[in-house]
């Protein structure tokens, strides 16, 4: 089946610090990865994607890569800031029916 | 260009009765799902719809019901309400059955 392992949290870290939030995926066939935000009281918005092994996703400062070798799909930034205090979500999308199975979620908050 | 919405913003439901939450999707989009999200946890895949018919469904009760409209608009129902079923309930469209997903703002649903 489908399944979505993510760090536990909360996070937090000092501005400027370097971010690592892990996540492991089950998947059958080939899916495609994602990482969603969620701010306070807010709908989920779209971070990055990768479609396949090897692609890395980018934005905001924010990657990943697409590891088919250790099933991970890391997320990673240089330098914080206050702003990025939010709720992380790794998910995937098993591509065979557009259902996207989510991790649980990482909390981080970011202190000045 | 409006993204996917949803109405209404926060709903209190006493237990025992019906509730029925509205999502319209992004335009041109065709396809509409629906996750339920948890307190501290990940959405859940409820079901989608496309061409008016359910296509897909997760593990969900018959309790779960929804509809799409002609106009690509969809309702999620959900009887017989349980202290459980409080959550965000989230709405994703997409344009065809594989396409990506944009995620609404949530209805938040409290059952008292």
């Known amino acids: 089946g489908n399944s979505v392992t993510q760090m536990e949290g909360p996070v937090t870290l000092s501005e400027e610090a370097f971010l690592t939030i892990n996540c492991t995926y089950t998947?059958?066939?080939?899916?495609?990865l994602f990482w969603y935000v969620q701010y306070p009281g807010e709908g989920l918005q779209l971070l990055l994607k990768?479609?396949?092994?090897?692609d890395k996703g980018s934005n905001k400062g924010f990657e990943a890569t697409y590891r088919k070798e250790t099933t991970s799909f890391h997320l990673e930034k240089g330098s914080v800031q206050v702003s990025d205090s939010a709720v992380y979500f790794c998910?995937?999308?098993?591509?065979?029916?557009?259902?996207?199975?989510f991790g649980t979620g990482t909390s981080l908050t970011v202190i000045p | 260009d409006a993204g996917v919405t949803q109405s209404p913003t926060h709903l209190i439901k006493t237990r025992g009765q019906q509730v029925t939450l509205r999502c319209s999707p992004k335009?041109?989009?065709?396809?509409v799902s629906w996750y339920q999200q948890a307190l501290g946890q990940g959405p859940q895949f409820i079901f989608q719809?496309?061409?008016?018919?359910?296509?897909q469904r997760g593990n969900f009760p018959d309790r779960f019901s929804g509809h799409q409209f002609p106009n690509y608009s969809s309702e999620l129902n959900v009887n017989a309400l349980l202290l459980g079923d409080s959550a965000l309930y989230l709405c994703?469209?997409?344009?065809?059955?594989?396409?990506?997903?944009?995620f609404g703002p949530g209805t938040r649903l409290t059952v008292t």
């Open positions: 719809y496309y061409e008016e018919e359910e296509r």
């Open positions: 335009s041109g989009h065709d396809t």
């Open positions: 998947a059958t066939g080939y899916p495609s």
């Open positions: 998910a995937l999308n098993s591509n065979t029916g557009n259902q996207f199975y």
């Open positions: 994703a469209s997409s344009l065809g059955f594989l396409g990506e997903q944009y």
């Open positions: 990768a479609t396949k092994a090897d």
